[in-house]
T-cell receptor
């Protein structure tokens, strides 16, 4: 069954410290993985997707097929990174729906 | 371009009633997906519409239905409301079917009493 697991509901990190938001998935095939972010009072928005291999706002995520993980990382946390982060998965075909994890709230401490 | 809009933003209904929510996608976007967001279950996929046809459906009962019009606007309907249907309903649009870069609306907060 398709599943996305974000083991931490809340992650508190000091400003300037490294951030790692964990995401593990279960999928029989080659999935496409995403990270979405929702800042306070803003809409849910796409942060990055693994096929783009890009860095957005200093965040990166590497797909580890062996460990079935797609952890989100940033070397130095900033206060504006405080938000709700969702990991999501989709199959490669156009017919596959997007499955979201339950989210991790990242709280950056001053 | 204007973003995805959803109406109404807030709604209070009574158990047993039905409700219709509306979503207007970004101009030029032809695919619309609906999600239910609750504190306990997070974001759950309801259905996706493209070219006025339902292309994909999540694991929700038949009380949840939707449709898409020729101008890509979409509506979702929930009949015989239950307390557990209280949630934030999010709509997302994308340019094409299978396009995974989705743009989300602000949501409709439905409260069932």
């Amino acid at each position: 069954a398709q599943r996305v697991t974000q083991p931490e509901k809340l992650l508190s990190v000091f400003k300037g410290a490294p951030v790692e938001l964990k995401c593990n998935y279960s999928y029989s095939g080659s999935p496409e993985l995403f990270w979405y972010v929702q800042y306070s009072r803003q809409r849910l928005q796409l942060l990055l997707r693994h096929i783009s291999r890009e860095s957005i706002k200093g965040f990166t995520a590497d797909l580890n097929k062996g460990e079935t993980s797609f952890h989100l990382k940033k070397p130095f946390a900033q206060e504006e990174d405080s938000a709700m982060y969702y990991c999501a998965l989709s199959g490669r075909g156009g017919d596959d729906k997007i499955i979201f994890g339950k989210g991790t709230r990242l709280h950056i401490l001053p | 371009k204007a973003g995805v809009t959803q109406t109404p933003r807030y709604l209070i209904k009574t158990r047993g009633q039905q409700v219709t929510l509306s979503c207007s996608p970004i101009s030029g976007h032809r695919s619309v997906s609906w999600y239910q967001q609750t504190p306990g279950q997070g974001l759950q996929f309801l259905f996706e519409y493209f070219s006025e046809t339902q292309r994909n459906k999540g694991n929700f009962p038949g009380r949840f239905s939707g449709r898409q019009f020729s101008n890509s606007r979409s509506e979702m309907n929930v009949s015989t409301l239950e307390l557990g249907d209280s949630a934030l309903y999010l709509c997302a649009s994308s340019h094409d079917r299978g396009e995974r870069k989705q743009y989300f609306g602000p949501g409709t907060r439905l409260t069932v009493t």
